[in-house]
């Protein structure tokens, strides 16, 4: 059964849709509505290939969830039905029938974005420090992965959102892409290759390589999204090709040329050695791709706080105006 795409209006159980943001290969992202909140509503294609990934990205949110709290990079889960709550030990995905279908979803907190693909269509050469901004929270969430022993392996423009604050001029990432994780051991069971956009792919996972994808096979892709915001298109040109041609530039280092060498070498340094063929010659994690952005760029700015009061403080500053006046008028009234 190939996945139907839910429209404005539409109805899964007691969440309406609102609009489709993505659509994955394993899943569809859209924007909803639960129990009169803005949700996220993730919903796995038909097959049971989809719905375990869909399982395995709830398992794994909800152990940072019960684990670390919550980190701003990665989707905040949300207890699947009404009335309830995360349970560590409870399904943290959900399940309802349509169309004669049983299909299974996920709801996550509200992330106001859109993909950077659709960032890129609009703009392709975004301003420098949010290109190193952008690149560092998504470290950031990939070394959250590789913390509790897993690999994403699929890191792609389509694989996170992006927001830009309106007042900070900041911006804010959602890696919500985790339906492909897998452990060092999962691989074999739990990973296949056809869920990542080919030109996203590793040089590991291509041909017959030998080399067994660990860490540095997601600083690879880290790199292949740094390297495509600084030159302003994909790293290896996957319109009108077949999987066959983009796997042969790949393995022959084919990318597109490195045009800012002469305006930010050292950034552009650590995108080319980040997409290396081999991968003991790339950065040793995410961490240290990381710390080399945050050496060039800074650290990330944090929001400024507004100086404006808060509402409960404003209330009561009104209320003691207010009764101060009062007892003006009283006393004016009483001396008359």
């Known amino acids: 059964m190939s996945p139907s795409i839910l429209e404005f209006g539409e109805w899964l159980g007691d969440i309406e849709i609102v609009r489709p943001i993505v659509i994955l290969r394993s899943a569809v992202l ?22 375990e990934r869909l399982k395995r990205e709830t398992e794994f949110l909800r152990e940072v969830h019960f684990s670390f709290g919550s ?15 995360l349970k560590r030990n409870a399904d943290a995905h959900g399940k309802t029938m349509l169309r004669g279908h049983l299909l299974y979803y ?21 301003w420098l420090r949010h290109v190193g901004w952008i690149v560092m929270r998504l470290a950031n969430a990939v070394a959250t992965l590789h913390s509790k022993g897993l690999f994403h392996y699929g890191l ?38 056809d869920f990542v956009f080919p030109a996203y792919l590793a040089p590991e996972f291509i041909g017959a390589s030998t080399i067994r994808p660990n860490y540095r096979t997601d600083v690879y892709g880290l790199g292949l999204i740094l390297y495509e915001l600084l030159v302003g298109e994909p790293t290896y040109p996957f319109q009108l090709r077949n999987d066959t041609e983009i796997f042969r530039l790949i393995q022959n280092s084919d990318r597109v040329q490195m045009n800012r060498i002469e305006d930010v070498k050292a950034v552009a ?16 994690s995410a961490q240290v791709l990381s710390r080399e952005l ?29 009764a101060a006046t009062l007892l003006v008028l009283i006393t004016i009234i009483v001396l008359t």
């Not at 907190?109 to 693909?117: M, N, Q, T, V």
């Open 30 to 51: 859209y924007e909803a509505i639960h129990q009169k909140q803005r949700v996220l509503l993730k919903v796995a294609h038909p097959g049971p290939e989809h719905k």
């Open 106 to 126: 996920a709801l996550f907190e509200y992330f106001e974005g859109e993909s950077l693909r659709d960032v890129l269509t609009k703009n392709s050469q975004l």
């Open 156 to 193: 792609s423009p389509e694989s996170l959102l992006v927001h830009f604050d309106e007042k900070s001029n900041l911006p804010h990432i959602l890696l919500f892409d985790l339906g492909i994780v897998t452990s060092a051991n999962g691989l074999s069971t739990d990973w296949y290759k």
């Open 269 to 284: 340094e650590i995108a080319l050695k980040a997409v290396q063929i081999q991968p003991d010659r790339r950065q040793e």
């Open 294 to 322: 945050q050496h060039f760029f800074g650290a990330i700015p944090k929001e400024k706080e507004s100086r404006l009061p808060a509402l409960n403080t404003t209330m009561l500053i009104l209320a003691a105006s207010l």
């Open 71 to 85: 980190n701003p990079n990665l989707p905040k889960l949300l207890p699947p039905e009404a009335f309830s709550s």
